[in-house]
């Protein structure tokens, strides 16, 4: 699948990675931030500025998005925004109950480790995904992406299809290959 034509929602909202540890899983991000529609991806440390030179990001995504490395994500919160970190921890709120705001700035923590406690002190909110276990960064952000995108007023149907499948997917809904 394509994602060449992001899904035009009215919202903004940005994506904060703290210290991503794989370049890949960065990448997978990028991907996703394209698919949805993010304005931005921000990131801090340096594991991933020494990795990104693997062009792990096969859809070039960062050349579509801005991708921007800061000191602290808390210094770059878009004007605004809503703060909310996704993190596994005790008194976060699940991700099925959650209201997506509008303007959105979401953090995420590295697949190595946690959000800090003084992280998570600068989020207006705390929300998690009820899961058996931890996923890694990638799957986590699809996962809060996608939820952002069912619980909106989405675009739908054949022409966003078009739009946005592989181009060798020409296949239909009762299509019958004759040969």
């Known amino acids: ?13 940005s994506i ?8 890949v899983n960065v990448a997978s991000v990028l ?8 304005t931005s991806v921000f990131y801090t ?4 500025r020494r990795a990104k030179e693997f062009n792990a990001d096969t859809k070039a995504m960062h050349k579509l998005i801005p991708t921007v490395g ?10 605004n925004a809503t703060t909310v970190a996704i ?10 109950e959650f209201e997506h705001p509008d303007n959105a700035f979401y ?10 406690q003084q992280d998570l002190s600068w989020c207006d909110k705390v929300v998690y995904i009820p899961t058996r276990g931890c996923m890694n960064l990638a799957a986590t952000v699809n996962v809060v992406l ?15 299809i078009r739009a946005s499948r592989d181009k060798n997917n020409r296949t239909r809904v009762g299509q019958v290959n004759n040969k």
């Open 31 to 38: 991907r996703a931030a394209g698919c949805y529609g993010a």
């Open 70 to 79: 800061v000191e602290q994500l808390s210094e770059v919160i878009p004007q």
């Open 87 to 96: 993190e596994l921890v005790e008194g976060a709120q699940p991700l099925p």
């Open 107 to 116: 953090v995420f923590g590295p697949e190595d480790g946690s959000l800090s």
């Open 16 to 23: 904060g990675l703290c210290n991503p540890k794989s370049a």
């Open 45 to 48: 440390g340096e594991r991933y």
């Open 146 to 160: 996608y939820d952002r995108m069912a619980k909106s007023q989405y675009r739908s149907g054949d022409d966003l």
């Open 1 to 13: 699948m394509s994602c060449s034509q992001p899904l035009s929602l009215p919202s903004v909202y």
